[in-house]
């Protein structure tokens, strides 16, 4: 007997990578095998991720689905082997998380627990620090009660990784993987699976449940395939909870519809209020004297407070030159910086949650996902077109998420007040205002 677990689940696979023993066991488990592509209204189609492939691309190499090539080249006349979805879990698991939901929480989780019930799909939009992660719980126990599978899914691999060690605690006695692009980790049958959006692709039919953290974000937003891959992941039965702070136009669209049910969240877990962003007009640019003197003021004050620091920049090499004029500047304090470039990132980040450095750098890489307790947050460039209206939104709600520190200081720096600059501040006093906090 060949270990065919790896497979199994409504996953997709190509066959070309299986034995012929295995091939045979897993259609002996249901498993059933497609060709490679489909034919619709003149168009050809990747069965893997519903794409359509131009053959004339392809004229001196064996054609194949350029979109999903990160999951291993499929070539047009291969043949993919999907798994059934359905998968027994054992019953009787009990929820380890014995945390409280405030009064606004229950309401919304109730709220979920009821478009479960009633197989619809649902949207959270709560403002960042709001406790999204805690108000799933009682539905993620009521899926295993009810022996079936859920996947949670962000566009982002660090909104992944924090919430693995979650999920782990508070579901001590289930299966639960946590699958990236990144990870090494090899794919299992687990009942709760944490995973990058991307990963969606590799499944069909295979959860009961969806939920998709971050759905406004990159890469997510506007990739269609990204989109066609969370519904194919479901089952035909299932439903998909959204969540997010800064919901996109299309799903407020649906909610309109009546096509997806809406439960809002203005406040903040420990009730108080988002924290609204202190605006700096400056006269010259970021990087005048190196660093301009009204930014370096900040920076020193809080060094001196010992306060922690998030630093954003739109760009990775105004980021970098930055960092070298902020280390000489301050060569007795420990500074880290962080963008998708870079490989590190991931333990670099852990080593800033570890408190090994007191600043830390970054682009909108680390808009979202992230928590730090007591952390001050700057905004450099906040005029620049790279940051959106909804990444400035994420950032400022990096700051002021622990109980213990809610007023954390954001601080947006900017050679010109913009449209969009001002739409933020707007935003959050009006989140506020809406929650009764202002
Ligand atoms: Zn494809």
Redesign the pocket.
Known sequence: MENINEYLGGRITNTRLLTPQQISQLLHCGAKLYPATFSREGHLY?R??F?TIDLDDFRKIQPY?R??INFGK?LVNDQILITDGSLNFPADQIMTWQGQLTDQQSRVCHEVLKSYQNNQDHLIWAVTGAGKTEIIFPLIKQIIDNGQRVAICSPRIDVCIELFPRLQQAFAQTTIGLFHGKNEQQYFPCQIMIATVHQLVRFEKAFDVLIVDEVDSFPLAGDEMLHRAIIKAKKVSGTILYLSATPPMELLKQVKQNQLHLSKLYRRFHGHPLPEPKCHLLLRPSNFLQINPRIKWLIQRAVKASERLMIFFPRIPDMLIFERSLKRLLPQVSILSVSSKDDQRIEKVQRFRNKEAQIILTTTILERGVTFPKIEVLVIDADAPEFSKTALIQIAGRAGRDKGHPDDEVHLYYQFYTEKISAVCREIKSVNQQAGLK
Do not use: E, G
Request: with cysteine; hydrophobic share 10%.
């Open positions: 990747c893997r991720c794409s689905c979109k999903c499929l």
